[in-house]
C-alpha cells in the first residue's frame, strides 16, 4: 500500500547539479522522518541526508554544504537538491520513510527503487 517512486537520477559531469524527487503514496510524509540513502558499488548503504516530520534535516559530513533536502507537503514529495556534484557521489540514491508510533514505539520503514546517479565526465 506504501509507495515510494525517485525520479531525476540520471548522468551528470563533475560539478554539475541534480535534482531527486520522492514521490509517496499510503503515507503522509510530514507525519514520517524522511531520508535519501545512497549505495555505491561495493559499499554499504549510507545515510546522505533525513529530514524530520518537524523539520530539522541532517546531513553526512560529505555531502554538507552541497546537498539539500526539501519537504513539499502539498505534493507529498521529498526532494534532493544535489549540487557541486563528485564523482564520489555516484551511487544509487534511495529515498526512506520511517517512524516509531509514540505509545507502543513500533517500528515502520519503507524504502523507494532507487535511481541511479553517475557523476563522470
Known amino acids: 500500500q506504501v509507495q515510494l517512486v525517485e525520479s531525476g537520477g540520471g548522468l551528470v559531469q563533475p560539478g554539475g547539479s541534480l535534482r531527486l524527487s520522492c514521490a509517496a503514496s499510503?503515507?503522509?510524509?510530514?507525519?514520517?522522518?524522511m531520508a535519501w540513502y545512497r549505495q555505491a558499488p561495493g559499499n554499504q548503504r549510507e545515510l546522505a541526508a533525513a529530514i524530520t516530520s518537524g523539520g530539522t534535516t541532517t546531513y553526512s559530513d560529505s555531502v554538507k554544504g552541497r546537498f539539500t533536502i526539501s519537504r513539499d507537503n502539498d505534493k507529498n514529495t521529498v526532494y534532493l537538491q544535489m549540487n557541486s556534484l563528485k564523482s564520489e557521489d555516484t551511487a544509487v540514491y534511495y529515498c526512506?520513510?520511517?517512524?516509531?508510533?509514540?505509545?507502543?514505539?513500533?517500528?515502520?520503514?519503507?524504502w523507494g527503487q532507487g535511481t541511479q546517479v553517475t557523476v563522470s565526465s
Open positions: 526512506n520513510a520511517g517512524r516509531i508510533t509514540t505509545w507502543t514505539r513500533s517500528r515502520y520503514d519503507y
Open positions: 499510503g503515507i503522509i510524509v510530514s507525519m514520517y522522518n
